[in-house]
């Protein structure tokens, strides 16, 4: 047999789910050993890929309920709200838009505006994806949707390949910082920072908290990109290659003004959440929904139900589960006092980066955002709570470093999708180069955002 990565994290999760079970673990109940056990395993497969994250996530909710380690109720907790079905719409919305061509029309009628150099390529990137965050709720659908877009952008400035490289890197790479300004830009992740808050977050909220520092990340990375990123030749568009893309499209059709229109009432429904109190999650859905009806919609077909990825879903639910039946055993309290120091550090901005650093720690070992957050946040939260601080403005930074962190592709699923030659075209070289002075930006925000949350009262 041969013993390749997916062979040895198979026997590696098992050997350390075995550990957990056997180690004299005091203070730990007998079900938080075993949910310990079978959480480490996970983690050691999501992160070594033994399987689709689906399968992995999928045993581990089995085994949570053969185990009866906690209610089904708690463990599918994220199904009886709206966090899912935010996700569902968001998948949907995001296909018909995709298939519309209404994204692809918006995308080339900027280019033309405002893209005439080597720095406007790379600065529009980071506007199209934050443009295009609105009209589509998904990094992933975005990030290839605007690389299509780049493809005619790279054939008509005539761009070298190591030129082009660099710009399928920074379309895949502005996806991080940029999905977290808006609260439907990450429709996977974002609800579930949200589901630590005591509070109801909704759209213009989350923007208040997490607009500014997503923004300060995201100039910080274009930053960075002018300087690890340079052309090796100066850029010269030939508009004609975009002109015909953009006529290719033809005249604005009225599928696509239907999608526009939904759109547009689902960015106001969004917006007025606060004042009208409709939750995110469930407008999302019912827009999603409205696109598929007669007269009204007839965008979306029986066939986009197949868009919707539902590895995804286990996933997330999985992800969720951790956390929330980590409450259910102990195991939660149990890592805090084990993992973390009894005291804290006092000052504010040394405690952000204290958590912050605890959080990067975990996040280059396990590699999963989802699994990270799972382990980090509800450990963390146990201690901070004493200190009577928000426990969403603690997620909240916790996401930021965690989110926004990468080194290798595996670290970050934005980044990984737009892996090899067919799809963003850059290599494992380029996300090193780029992750490894990313750190900096990283705290950088750690600190500019605690600065904003006390700006507003938060802290």
């Not at 930021?400 to 595996?410: D, N, T």
């Not at 990283?442 to 938060?458: D, E, K, P, R, Y």
Request: with cysteine.
């Amino acid at each position: 047999m041969k013993y390749n990565k997916q062979v040895i994290g198979f026997f590696s999760g098992i050997i350390v789910l075995i550990a957990a079970l056997l180690l004299p673990l005091n203070g730990l109940a007998w079900e938080g050993q075993v949910f310990l056990g079978l959480t480490l395993m996970t983690v050691v497969w999501w992160a070594t890929q033994v399987a689709q994250s689906g399968y992995v996530g999928g045993f581990y909710i089995v085994s949570l309920c053969l185990l009866k380690l906690a209610d089904t109720k708690v463990i599918f907790a994220s199904w009886t709200g709206s966090t899912l079905w935010l996700v569902i719409g968001a998948y949907m919305i995001a296909t018909a838009v995709k298939r519309s061509g209404l994204g692809e029309r918006i995308s080339y009628m900027y280019i033309l505006k405002f893209v005439k150099s080597w720095k406007s390529i790379i600065i529009g990137i980071f506007v199209l994806t934050l443009i295009l965050s609105l009209l589509i709720p998904n990094p992933w659908s975005r990030a290839f949707l605007i690389m299509s877009v780049m493809s005619v952008i790279i054939k008509a400035a005539g761009l070298p390949k190591e030129d082009a490289v660099k710009v399928g890197f920074t379309v895949f790479a502005a996806s991080v910082p940029v999905s977290l300004i808006f609260m439907t830009g990450e429709s996977i992740i974002n609800p579930l920072v949200i589901s630590y808050s005591t509070e109801s977050i909704n759209f213009v909220r989350w923007f208040v908290i997490m607009g500014p520092p997503a923004i300060f990340l995201s100039l910080l990375n274009i930053l960075l990109i002018f300087i690890l990123f340079k052309p090796t030749k100066e850029v010269h568009m030939d508009f004609e290659e975009v002109k015909k893309a953009q006529s290719d499209l033809g005249k604005i059709s009225k599928t696509e003004i239907r999608t526009l229109i939904w759109i547009v009432i689902a960015i106001i429904l969004w917006v007025t959440s606060g004042v009208t109190g409709l939750d995110v999650g469930w407008v999302t859905f019912a827009v999603a929904m409205c696109l598929s009806l007669p007269v009204i919609g007839n965008v979306l077909t029986a066939k986009e139900w197949g868009e919707v990825p539902v590895h995804v879903l286990v996933f997330l639910t999985a992800a969720i589960a951790i956390g929330k039946v980590g409450a259910e055993t102990g195991l939660n309290d149990w890592l805090a006092v084990t993992l973390l120091p009894e005291k804290m550090p006092e000052n504010i901005f040394m405690l952000a980066i204290f958590i912050g650093v605890i959080a990067v720690v975990i996040h280059m070992f396990i590699g999963s955002v989802i699994a990270a957050m799972g382990v980090v946040v509800p450990a963390v939260l146990v201690c901070t709570n004493a200190l009577g601080i928000d426990p969403f403005v603690v997620a909240a930074i916790i996401y930021l470093v965690i989110y926004s962190h990468y080194v290798m592709p595996f670290h970050h699923l934005n980044v990984l999708v737009g892996l090899g030659e067919e799809n963003g075209m850059y290599t494992q070289k380029e996300t090193m180069k780029m992750g490894i002075p990313l750190l900096v930006p990283v705290f950088l925000t750690v600190i500019f955002a605690v600065s904003w949350f006390s700006f507003l009262g938060l802290i």
